[in-house]
């Protein structure tokens, strides 16, 4: 008798979701992962709040069904701090969201202050204060909301290599907060940033530690498939040989900015094919 395995739906505004995609295949290598970028849309981060909610609960209850998710992975911080409450009410299977990850950032920092890098969105949810309040008391936290950081990774996985000075300016940002010198944390809190923690570093070498929710996010991921009622194959296909359907696909929903060189990167990360998504009620299009 064959076995289906697991889908994941990985959702994010264009390639961010990408630095999620990593971590759950580490821990998940036999899932099949669909991806989807609602690239135009994008930027997430300077959206208007009602447009984003419903745009995100319309496109992934869709693609969900479609795409036969068991799971989703909201892997925005701009989309999950606003509408993950309105996903949970619509979609029957479990949703995963991406969030900033204060808590492990409060826990590890010695000095106790820490810097938030996240779009401009989500820098100033109530969600974000709240986890703050909730994990970070006594914590000095320094907020840089910035979409030019959410682009320039855009711009790197499409094969433009960003200048160095660059990232020297993003870290600058900082230095607004009279504590800047005794940071030693930095909390990425957009999915996009992790995917350049190399080149940040390098411009930051003083901090301890870059945070970022990948890890814990597969964790969850494979929790919950290990526990769903009618928990479909996560093992690795190489010793199970009754799985079937592991297709990643990777959908677009522009795919006129979906160069050559964009491919070649989600190839490089494991989707070999990508596809056009665009429900026709979307927007302004009546079903
Ligand atoms: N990657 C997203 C996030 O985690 C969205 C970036 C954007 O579209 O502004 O917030």
Redesign the pocket.
């Known amino acids: 008798m064959s076995q289906r395995t697991a889908n994941i739906l990985v959702f ?3 390639v ?2 990408l630095s999620i995609v990593n971590p759950i295949r580490q821990r998940l290598p036999a899932t099949t992962l669909t991806y989807l970028a609602d690239n135009k849309l ?5 959206l208007d709040e009602q447009l984003l909610i419903e745009r995100v609960t319309q496109l992934i209850a869709n693609a969900s069904q479609q795409y036969h998710a068991d799971i989703v992975v909201v ?5 999950s701090t606003l509408a993950l409450p309105h996903l949970r009410e619509v979609l029957n299977i479990p949703v995963v969201g ?1 969030v900033p990850a204060i808590k492990p950032a409060a826990q590890q920092s010695k000095s106790k202050v820490i810097g938030l890098l ?2 401009p ?2 820098i100033q949810r109530d969600y974000t204060d709240d986890l703050i309040g909730d994990f970070a008391n006594g914590c000095d936290i320094i907020r840089v909301g910035t ?1 030019t950081l ?1 682009n320039i990774v855009e711009e790197k996985l499409a094969g433009i290599t960003p200048a160095a000075e660059i990232f020297t300016g993003i870290i600058a940002l900082f230095h607004h907060h009279p504590r800047w010198q005794q940071m030693d944390t930095i909390v990425l ?4 940033f992790p995917l350049v923690i190399a080149e940040l570093a390098q411009a930051a070498p003083e901090i301890d530690h870059w945070i970022d929710a990948g890890d814990a996010i597969a964790r969850r991921v494979q929790y919950l498939l290990e526990n769903l009622p009618d928990s479909p194959v996560t093992a690795d296909p190489e010793t199970n040989n009754t799985v079937t359907n592991t297709r990643n696909i990777a959908l677009f929903t522009d795919t006129e900015k979906l160069t050559a060189p964009l491919k070649q990167s989600m190839l490089a990360f494991g989707f070999s094919q990508t596809e056009n998504y665009s429900p026709l009620y979307w927007p302004n299009k009546s079903p």
């Not at 809190?189 to 996009?192: L, N, S």
């Open positions: 994010d505004s264009g961010g979701g994008f930027p997430y981060g300077l892997a925005c911080n701009s989309a991406v996240a779009t969105g989500t979409s959410v809190a957009c999915t996009h």
